[in-house]
C-alpha cells in the first residue's frame, strides 16, 4: 500500500467512514511506517482541537420564541395544491423526470403518441380536396374500437357525426437487459391499472433487483399498491436484498408493522427472519411480540426474539 | 384532526403523544450503537406515518414532525450563520417551506435529510452571500478592530472559573473560527455536518445532492485547509 493512498484516507481513518477492510490494511501499514503514524496522530490531534469549540445548544428561550413564531406563520400558510406541486422548484421537477423511471416512460409513451398524431394529421392533410365534413371514412378495424362517445346526425341530410375512440396496441419484444423493456415494465409495475399486468411486471422485475432503480420501484410497490397480491409479489422478491439494502429492510419493516393484510403481515415476518438480530428488526419484534393484535404476529415475534441472544 | 389539539402548546401535546428522539446529536453522544440504529429505524418508520398525515392536511403531524427535528435545525443555522436573528430566520423559512411542499415529498429520501436539505441549501445561500458582503465590505471588525464570531465569544462553562485556561480556549476558538471562515461554504457545510454534527458522509452527500466520494472529497479538502491555516495562526 502507499503511502499517498494512506494520507488521502487519514482523514476518513480519524472520522470513522473507512470500511473494515481498509481500517485494518491502514492501521498494518501505520504500524510500520513512521512518516505515515506521525500523519496519523496530527489528525487525530487536529480532531481533538477542533473538539474544543463546542457545538452551542440553542438557547430554550430562543427555542420557544423560534417555535411560536413559527406557530403563528404555520396559521396563515396553506399547503401547496397540486400546481404547486409540480411548479415549486423546477430544478427539481426536472430531477424528478430525470430520475423517475415511470415519468420517463410516460414521456417515452407520450412522444410515440405524439409522432403517430403527427404523422397521421399531416398524411390527412396532404390529400387533395378532402375536408372534414366529406371526408372518406376509413373504417377502423373493430378490435381498435374502445367505444362510440356520441353520435350526431346533421340535419336536413343523412349524414352523421359519430366520435368513437380507439386504441392503438402496439406490441415489442425484447431483452429484460433493454433498457427500453425495462421502462415499460416499470411503469407497468407503477401505473399500470391491471393488477394482472402489475403482478407479471413485479414477477419479471425480479429478476432484475441488482438495478437500484428496479429495487426502488418494488420498494414503492410494496408500500403502495393497493392489491395484496402486487404487494406480495413485490415482498417476495424483495426478500433477498432484506439483509443488503437499509430502504428495503426498512419497507418490510414497515410492512410487517402496518399492513393491512395479515398474511402479508405474516409473510414480512418469515422475510426478515435472517436479520432478526438486527437491532431494528430486534426492537420492532419487542414492540409487536407484546402489542400486537394479531396472535399469530405475537407469539412468532416471541419465538424470534426467543432465538436470539441476550444483549446486556 | 379535533381543533382543541391544534389549540394545545406544542409543548402540551408533545407530553400527551410521549417523548421522542432528537436526532442529529453530534458525535460520540453516549448510547449504544445498537439502540441509536433501532431508535433510527423507528423513527424513520414513524416519521412516514406522520408525515403522510401532515400530507393530508394535519397539521398537528407536522408540527410533530417540527418538534423532532428543530432543535438539530436551530442548532445547524445557529453554528453557521452565528447570529441567533439569522438562525431563527432559517428556521422558520425551512420548516414554511417544507411545509408548502410535504405534499410533494415522494418518500425517495428520509424525513430527516429532506429537511437538512432544506435548510443546508438556505444555510449555503447564506455563507455565499455572507461571502460576497465581506468581500465587498471587508470584514466586519468589533470596537477592537478585531473579527467578531460568536465563536469567539461562546462561553466554556467547562474552564469555570479558571481565568487563564478561559482565555486560552478563547483564543484557541477564535483561531478555529477564523479557520472555518476560510472554508468554501460547501467545504464548512460538509466539515460542519460531519465533525459537528455527527452525520454520516453518506447522508452528506445526499443532502447537499452529490455523491457521498464528493462528500469525503470535500471533507478531506477541509481539513486540509483548516490544519494548514491553524497551524500559520499557531
Not at chain 1, 371526408?135 to 340535419?155: H, L, W
Amino acid at each position: 500500500m502507499k503511502c499517498e493512498w494512506v494520507r488521502q484516507n487519514i482523514v476518513l481513518h480519524v472520522y470513522d467512514e473507512l470500511a473494515d477492510d481498509a481500517r485494518y490494511e491502514l492501521d498494518q501499514h501505520v504500524a510500520r511506517c513512521s512518516d505515515c503514524a506521525a500523519e496519523l496522530q496530527a489528525a487525530q490531534e487536529f480532531r481533538t482541537t477542533m473538539a474544543t469549540v463546542k457545538v452551542t445548544e440553542p438557547s430554550p428561550n430562543l427555542l420557544t420564541s423560534s417555535r411560536m413564531r413559527l406557530q403563528e406563520a404555520l396559521e396563515t400558510t396553506q399547503q401547496g395544491g397540486f400546481w404547486n406541486r409540480l411548479t415549486f422548484d423546477p430544478g427539481v421537477w426536472f430531477r424528478q423526470v430525470r430520475f423517475s423511471p415511470a415519468l420517463a416512460a410516460i414521456l417515452v409513451l407520450a412522444g410515440f403518441g405524439g409522432g403517430i398524431g403527427a404523422t397521421y394529421r399531416a398524411m390527412s392533410g396532404a390529400q387533395p380536396g378532402v375536408d372534414r365534413v366529406d371526408r372518406t371514412v376509413v373504417p377502423p378495424e373493430e378490435s381498435n374500437i374502445t367505444g362510440i362517445r356520441s353520435i350526431t346526425p346533421v340535419a336536413g341530410s343523412n349524414q352523421v357525426n359519430i366520435k368513437y375512440d380507439t386504441v392503438s396496441t402496439r406490441e415489442t419484444a425484447g431483452s429484460l437487459n433493454d433498457a427500453h423493456i425495462q421502462q415499460l415494465l416499470l411503469f407497468a409495475a407503477q401505473n399500470n391499472v391491471n393488477s394482472g399486468v402489475r403482478v407479471d411486471s413485479v414477477d419479471l422485475l425480479k429478476q432484475r433487483l441488482n438495478d437500484s432503480r428496479v429495487r426502488e420501484a418494488l420498494v414503492y410497490t410494496l408500500r403502495y399498491d393497493n392489491n395484496p397480491g402486487v404487494r406480495s409479489k413485490a415482498l417476495d422478491g424483495l426478500g433477498s436484498y432484506v439483509r443488503d439494502d437499509v430502504r428495503v429492510r426498512d419497507a418490510v419493516l414497515e410492512t410487517l408493522v402496518s399492513d393491512a393484510n395479515p398474511g402479508l403481515r405474516t409473510e414480512a415476518l418469515r422475510v426478515l427472519e435472517p436479520v432478526r438480530a438486527d437491532a431494528s428488526v430486534r426492537t420492532v419484534l419487542e414492540r409487536l411480540a407484546v402489542k400486537d393484535q394479531n396472535q399469530f404476529i405475537r407469539r412468532h415475534s416471541r419465538e424470534l426474539l426467543a432465538q436470539l441472544p441476550q444483549i446486556d | 384532526m379535533p381543533a382543541e389539539s391544534c389549540a394545545l402548546p406544542w409543548g402540551e401535546r408533545e407530553r400527551q403523544r410521549g417523548p421522542r428522539a432528537t436526532p442529529g446529536r453530534s458525535a460520540g453522544s453516549d448510547g449504544s450503537r445498537q439502540g441509536h440504529m433501532a431508535g433510527e429505524s423507528l423513527s424513520r418508520i414513524d416519521d412516514t406515518v406522520l408525515v403522510r398525515e401532515a400530507q393530508r392536511g394535519d397539521r398537528a403531524a407536522f408540527e410533530d414532525l417540527v418538534r423532532r427535528y428543530d432543535q438539530a435545525v436551530l442548532r445547524l443555522a445557529l453554528r453557521l450563520t452565528g447570529s441567533e436573528h439569522e438562525a431563527q430566520d432559517i428556521y422558520q423559512e425551512a420548516f414554511l417551506k417544507a411545509y408548502r411542499n410535504v405534499g410533494s415529498f415522494r418518500f425517495e429520501c428520509s424525513f430527516y435529510t429532506w429537511i437538512y436539505r432544506i435548510v443546508t441549501n438556505l444555510c449555503l445561500d447564506h455563507l455565499r452571500r455572507k461571502k460576497v458582503r465581506k468581500e465587498e465590505a471587508g470584514v466586519v471588525t468589533n470596537a477592537d478592530g478585531e473579527e467578531f464570531s460568536v465563536i469567539d465569544h461562546a462561553a466554556d462553562e467547562r474552564s469555570g472559573a479558571n481565568p487563564e485556561r478561559d482565555l486560552l480556549r478563547r483564543e484557541l476558538g477564535s483561531q478555529i473560527g477564523k479557520a472555518l471562515d476560510l472554508l468554501t461554504p460547501r467545504e464548512r457545510i460538509v466539515f460542519e455536518l460531519k465533525h459537528y454534527h455527527g452525520l454520516k458522509l453518506r447522508t452528506v452527500g445526499e443532502m447537499l445532492n452529490t455523491t457521498e466520494e464528493t462528500a469525503k472529497n470535500t471533507l478531506f479538502r477541509a481539513t486540509q485547509k483548516l490544519r494548514g491555516t491553524l497551524a500559520e495562526l499557531r
